[in-house]
């Protein structure tokens, strides 16, 4: 459509694709939290993108002038939309905010997935919001006022329904709602803009007509809109009720589930290798100060579930996953616990530097402080699953911040009983020492029940073990926790050892057992005060074991002896007597023994056991083989068209004689007439046909008589045109088929050419010209009745 049109049908149209494009863009909603931010940038982008849609139109701009104003629109209006924060006044344009803009057009869609929703506003996330739905509101008010048929607007519209999809949530807000208001609106409209296109046909608009006519035309419009209407409302009714019940259990999968976090774990190192530092180097420096910690909970720094044999560390495919913290003021930790106490933690650093950040339990919030707060909350990364927090810039004096958390559940040795333990995926271990699979069998003994296997480990490290950190005046303790010193402990007479090696024996052993253990790193101090600011010194670092049960989540165990305990010294052994030297025999050749565990070598050098391509490249095979199986899905139509298109072409050009084949070449010129829309007459002769064809095609002009005089004479003449006749026939078949197309746009091309009206049109001239066919169809209908 490209003549100018009265001001009230501009506004119809872009109010109906106003909501159409609103409720598409609506899928982002749980992926930004709903934030007002996000709010304005689609309905500005909605608003901008019509706007430039209709001026467009309405000044007969070009392609470049269109190109150049969207330009100026998505950076000028991007600005206070799209990057509010690092705009100038969160409303003028800065070097900052421009240059996201720019680099968000590529960059923008890979952050909005790989930061955790709510994503916030930083970093110009805003830009997949702003850009799709200025983008989709530009192409659909273009169709709507440019094309010819309406059908078209409903494709860019659909492909915000698509980005929605794509890098929205598993959430899906108001699915069902929002679906049955699209397809009523979109049906409804599309249903007017053809009324209203076949009134025009005829050269009237029925909106200026007068007397019975235009009141029964306008009456027959509405009895269609309000009947499709109800047929749409009553199948939305349906599809709400089946819903639920069709729905599967199985959580939806989206994009963001699949894709790597970008971060990667194991460029921090493990802060259980500094514990023996913070106990003997630091134990009397404040490492932090922590305000509003309840008595009993803990800060926690990290989750450990992994272990190479060196060092227990977290593994980034199980509970290890880090996310980019988005919206830092909502912090999306899973369900909602309200059985869990929740609570305020202020946290002030002081000595403690590092890239683990110090928390209490499930985050909700952080509110960061300090002179660095917008550099930490750009590097925030936060895994639900460990409820632990990083940075990837690291913690240093000075740095403050205020959590909002859920503390963990301290449940009663009752509600353990009754409880299971967790159905989780955990990373397999790598050289774990046999002692501890032989001694978790000899310390659990004949103990019966989860529990009960769970306290006998615990019980027998706590009270059959010596606490010892290696100091001046303590008995002897390596650090570590690699396979050796685990070996040497649990193999000793008296186990000597700190949190770091009771802890990882204990968290082995259970998980030699099939117990879900995990090591927990953190700190707790020796006297609580939750109103008053409490100092935490390397002195209060501790490890425990964390075991998972259902319904309750991670419980914590504490396998370490207590301080008071103190081994028993080795009992002096009686002062040797010299005796007389005698010449021995040389000892019998000895067979070279296996290494021990503590021989292991250093994590660095550890590598991973080559995977299958499927594990490696499962998730991405299966992403590539659903989309292209969609695109062929999509495109089978279209292929078949095409198909079937060349073997009739085929056999036109192949089958019979001479004569036939030219009569065949006639015939798939007015198949190519007629995917082009120009219909001619089934029954009529080769010259009224012919006049049809120059009247539609005036670039054929008079050569579509010449074409039909040829095909006449090759049928009714006394001689049969020879093999060299037959081909400059079809040759010029082909030249004037794509003579047809020339004055048309490329994607008219497209429409021609995959285009079933010839098709259908050959079948309904079969059909008229055997009016046998359809009696054989309802004989052998009765037939079949009869012998049944």
Not at 42 to 67: C, E, H, K, M, Q
Not at 402 to 428: C, H, I, W, Y
């Amino acid at each position: 459509m490209s003549k100018k049109l009265p001001l009230w049908r501009y506004g119809v149209d872009a109010a109906v694709l106003g909501i159409a494009l609103a409720l598409g863009a609506f899928g982002l909603w749980d992926a930004y939290g709903g934030s007002i931010n996000f709010v304005l940038t689609g309905l500005g982008g909605v608003i901008a993108g019509l706007g430039l849609a209709w001026a467009n139109v309405y000044f007969r701009w070009d392609t470049w002038r269109t190109v150049g104003a969207f330009v100026l629109v998505y950076l000028l209006l991007g600005t206070p939309l799209a990057t509010p924060r690092e705009a100038t006044f969160s409303l003028l344009p800065n070097l900052e905010s421009l240059r996201i803009l720019v680099s968000g057009v590529v960059l923008s869609w890979k952050d909005m997935l790989t930061v955790a929703p709510p994503v916030g506003s930083y970093g110009g996330v805003l830009i997949v919001a702003f850009l799709s739905t200025l983008l989709a509101s530009l192409l659909a008010g273009l169709a709507a006022w440019r094309l010819r048929s309406p059908y078209f607007t409903v494709i860019p519209v659909l492909a915000l329904f698509v980005v929605g999809i794509v890098f929205g949530t598993r959430d899906v807000p108001l699915l069902i709602a929002r679906s049955v208001v699209f397809v009523a609106v979109i049906v409804c409209w599309l249903a007017w803009r053809r009324h209203l296109a076949h009134q025009d046909e005829q050269g009237l608009d029925v909106l200026e007509r007068s007397g019975e006519e235009a009141k029964g035309n306008r009456e027959l419009l509405l009895r269609r809109v309000a009947l499709g209407t109800a047929v749409l409302l009553g199948a939305g009714g349906l599809t709400a009720v089946a819903a639920p019940l069709l729905s599967p259990d199985a959580p939806r999968q989206v994009l963001r589930d699949v894709l790597e976090p970008p971060v990667d774990l194991y460029d921090f190192p493990s802060p259980l290798t500094d514990f023996r530092r913070y106990v003997k180097d630091k134990s009397e420096t404040t490492l932090l100060t922590v305000r509003g910690l309840p008595e009993g909970q803990r800060i926690r720094l990290a989750a450990l579930d992994s272990y190479n044999g060196m060092v227990f560390n977290v593994d980034p495919e199980s509970s290890g996953s880090y996310s980019p913290v988005g919206d830092s003021t909502e912090i999306r930790s899973g369900q909602s616990d309200s059985q869990r106490p929740s609570g305020k933690l202020e946290i002030t650093i002081d000595d403690y530097q590092g890239a683990w950040v110090p928390g209490g339990g499930k985050l909700n919030s952080i509110d960061l402080g300090g002179a660095r707060s917008d550099e930490l909350s750009r590097s925030l990364f936060y895994s639900p699953g460990a409820e632990t927090m990083l940075s990837s810039v690291g913690l240093r004096n000075g740095d403050s911040y205020t959590m909002n958390v859920q503390f963990p559940l301290s449940p009663s040795d009752e509600q353990l009983s009754d409880a299971k333990l967790g159905d989780l995926r955990m990373p397999k271990l790598a050289n774990v020492p046999p002692v501890a699979g032989t001694k978790a069998v000899d310390f659990i003994g004949a103990a019966e029940g989860d529990l009960n296997r769970i306290r006998s480990l615990e019980n027998a490290l706590s009270t059959g073990g010596f606490l010892s950190h290696g100091s001046e005046g303590e008995p002897q303790s390596l650090s570590g926790h690699g396979a050796g010193r685990i070996t040497a402990l649990l193999s000793a007479k008296e186990m000597i050892g700190d949190d770091e090696q009771f802890a990882a024996a204990m968290a082995l052993m259970a998980r030699e057992q099939g117990i879900p253990a995990r090591v927990v790193m953190g700190f707790y101090p020796q006297k609580y005060n939750p109103a008053q600011p409490v100092a935490i010194t390397g002195g209060d670092v501790h490890a425990w074991v964390e075991i998972n049960y259902e319904g309750l989540g991670w419980v914590p165990f504490n396998p370490t002896p207590t301080k008071n305990d103190e081994p028993t010294p080795p009992e002096k052994e009686p002062k040797a007597v010299p005796q007389p030297q005698v010449l021995q025999p040389p000892p019998p050749a000895q067979k070279v023994p296996d290494l021990p565990p503590q021989t292991a070598p250093e994590p660095q050098a550890l590598q991973e056991q080559p995977q299958n391509i499927i594990a490696q490249f499962g998730k991405i095979i299966l992403i590539v083989a659903i989309t292209l199986g969609s695109i062929f899905v999509l495109l089978l139509p279209f292929m078949l068209i095409a198909l079937l298109k060349h073997r009739r072409r085929t056999k036109r050009a192949t089958t019979g004689s001479t004569s036939d084949r030219i009569d065949g070449g006639w015939q798939e010129l007015l198949s190519a007439a007629t995917d082009h829309r120009v219909v001619t007459q089934v029954g009529a002769t080769r010259r009224e046909n012919a006049a049809l064809l120059a009247a539609g095609f005036t670039q054929l002009g008079e050569q579509a008589y010449v074409m039909a005089r040829t095909a006449d004479e090759a049928n009714f003449s006394a001689q049969y045109p020879d093999e060299a006749a037959v081909k400059d026939y079809w040759e010029e078949v082909t030249r004037q088929s794509a003579a047809m197309g020339e004055k048309m746009s490329t994607w008219q091309k497209l429409r021609a050419k995959y285009s079933p009206r010839s098709l259908v049109h050959e079948l309904l001239g079969t059909i008229n010209r055997n009016p046998k066919f359809m009696s054989n169809i309802k004989l052998t209908k009765n037939t079949k009745r009869a012998g049944d």
